[in-house]
């Protein structure tokens, strides 16, 4: 009879420690540890430009904390924008998420890659802006495109560009 309440015990004892997220709380929010922007800063650095149609180009985006230690667990995502037309960035293919903590102060990156397009082709995307969101936040970041038209896989809407995984910056 006594291994009935002690495993009664057990279970309840495990179903309460899975109810915990990373903080240690009963909360069920699963990404509140995410990492979200107004509390990061996101900077696009300095590309290396795909100087002519055809070129690969790569736009590195630096995320450094500046709040209480959060987490990038996904690929950011990034749409493209041309007017009236959004095209959302895929991942790399064959890119691995890495599961990063960010202290603050603590900083990752990712790239852009893409393709450049001709001028005033149809087929490929006049982006003016690029848009930046992290994993398990819906807040954006808007930044001007600086890096000339991207080639589209088909269509404008289907730009030949991907998203890196994130890295940990700095040593």
Same mark, same amino acid.
């Given at each position: ?15 309460? =420690? /899975? *109810? ?12 509140? &540890? ?6 990061? +800063? ?7 430009? *795909? ?10 985006? !630096? ?16 749409? =493209? $924008? *041309?007017?009236? /037309?959004?095209?959302?960035? +895929?991942?790399? &293919?064959?890119? $691995? ?9 603590? &900083?990752?990156?990712? &790239? ?29 970041? !808007? ?11 088909? !269509?404008?809407? $289907?730009?030949?560009? /991907? ?9």
């Amino acid at each position: 009879m006594r291994a009935i309440p002690l495993t009664v015990t057990a279970l309840a004892a495990a179903l309460a =420690l /899975t *109810a915990c997220n990373n903080s240690g709380s009963g909360s069920s929010n699963k990404n509140s &540890s995410a990492c979200e922007i107004g509390k990061v +800063s996101v900077q696009v650095g300095s590309a290396s430009v *795909a100087p002519a149609a055809g070129d690969t180009g790569e736009v590195p985006v !630096s995320i450094t904390n500046q709040s209480a230690p959060c987490t990038l667990d996904g690929f950011a995502g990034v749409t =493209l $924008k *041309a007017g009236g /037309t959004s095209a959302s960035l +895929s991942s790399l &293919s064959g890119a $691995k998420n890495e599961k990063l903590k960010l202290a603050k102060g603590d &900083s990752a990156t990712f &790239s852009i890659s893409y393709v450049r397009g001709k001028d005033g082709d149809a087929s490929s995307l006049a982006a003016t802006s690029l848009t930046v969101s992290l994993p398990g936040s819906d807040a954006t970041q !808007s930044f001007p495109w600086k890096y000339g038209p991207v080639v589209g896989k088909g !269509s404008a809407d $289907k730009p030949n560009a /991907t998203v890196g995984a994130f890295q940990q910056a700095g040593d």
